[in-house]
């Protein structure tokens, strides 16, 4: 095979999931072209993949991203036909919902390797039998590898931080160099620590010498803006960087890589931090711990409950204190 491509149109942390399969394809293909196929959001997470030679971005019709409009069917069209003239040899499919292994086939590439989802049979070449909720989302994806004869005996997801450019220089430029990134949101506010608790991690991480950085969307920002005391420290939507939007997602993941730690609910950043080195404890409430676990290359912890109101701000800062943060320092 001389051409590979991983098709991953889901959401960020699902990506930075797919991220693991590249690496072992490099390893079984050294002089394949290795592409990647994901949202438009997402792409500039596809560009840290090691190993990626090529990214096609654009969001499908049936999966509106967080906080984007429903996106227009011409983009979309445009890039199944970008991949079509690539020519790839092989797709592996994360994740295989009818609609994107129909786009997948309407590519033209010969072999499609997905696992099994309502109708979506007849869009694939080989079919795995469905994703089991009691694995490791890693160890189901290597299996995926395995139909194309590509080991893939300890899968972890790694992120390159030499492909930031100058906007690693720039950012770091704006940040002091001993800060915690605290992630208190996620997609369903239900599951979400109190903002109240966080401020008391943040009161914490301030009498332990480190400053925190605030992650989140410019609404979410406001909210801890508006409503809540906290310490001062940085909030990743008023940092900067040439050529990129204050807050975007580059900006995001440059300031992610160069945090002490990370402390956040199970949602994309808590896998990009992850994935770049970071020290990460994740916050499960209740969430899918045995599934979605911190599976990167750097430290974790996890703390999880059956609810958000049984963790308390002292409870995270016991678990960032277990991965040896603050006896480093």
Same mark, same amino acid.
């Given at each position: 095979m001389q051409r590979i =491509?991983?098709?991953?149109l889901d959401n960020l942390g699902d990506l930075v999931f797919a991220s693991a399969l590249i690496p072992p394809i490099r390893e079984a293909f050294p002089s394949a072209v290795i592409g990647v196929w994901c949202k438009e959001y997402t792409a500039p997470i596809a560009r840290l993949i090691p190993a990626v030679d090529q990214v096609f971005a654009a969001d499908p019709l049936w999966a509106i991203s967080p906080g984007r409009p429903r996106p227009s069917f011409g983009p979309f069209a445009r890039t199944v036909m970008e991949v079509r003239r690539a020519q790839f040899d092989a797709a592996i499919l994360s994740a295989a919902p009818w609609r994107t292994a129909a786009a997948c086939a309407l590519t033209g590439i010969p072999i499609r390797v997905g696992r099994k989802r309502?109708?979506?049979a007849a869009f694939l070449t080989t079919v795995l039998p469905e994703e089991d909720a009691t694995k490791p989302v890693l160890v189901e994806q290597a299996s995926l590898l395995a139909e194309l004869g590509i !080991?893939? !005996?300890?899968p972890r997801y790694r992120l390159d931080t030499? *492909?930031?450019g100058g906007v690693r220089d720039e950012v770091a430029r704006q940040l002091t160099k001993r800060f915690v990134a605290l992630h208190p949101f996620a997609g369903s506010r239900d599951r979400c620590v109190p903002l109240s608790e966080w401020t008391q991690v943040a009161f914490g991480l301030q009498a332990r010498g480190f400053q925190s950085l605030w992650v989140g969307t410019t609404r979410e920002l406001d909210e801890l803006r508006r409503s809540v005391t906290h310490p001062m420290g940085y909030y990743v939507d008023r940092i900067h960087a040439a050529g990129v939007d204050a807050g975007s997602l580059s900006v995001t993941a440059?300031?992610?890589? =160069?945090?002490?730690?990370?402390?956040?609910?199970d949602s994309g950043p808590l896998h990009v931090a992850g994935a770049l080195g970071v020290p990460v404890v994740g916050v499960f409430a209740p969430g899918q711990p045995e599934r979605?676990? !911190?599976?990167?290359?750097?430290?974790? *912890?996890m703390i999880h409950r059956s609810t958000p109101s049984e963790i308390g701000g002292?409870? =995270?800062? *016991?678990?960032?204190?277990? =991965?040896?943060?603050?006896?480093?320092?």
């Open positions: =491509l991983v098709v991953a309502h109708h979506n !080991p893939s !005996p300890a030499s *492909r930031f440059a300031a992610l890589s =160069l945090a002490s730690g990370f402390i956040g609910h979605t676990f !911190p599976q990167g290359i750097g430290a974790w *912890r002292g409870d =995270l800062l *016991r678990e960032i204190a277990d =991965l040896g943060l603050f006896s480093a320092q």
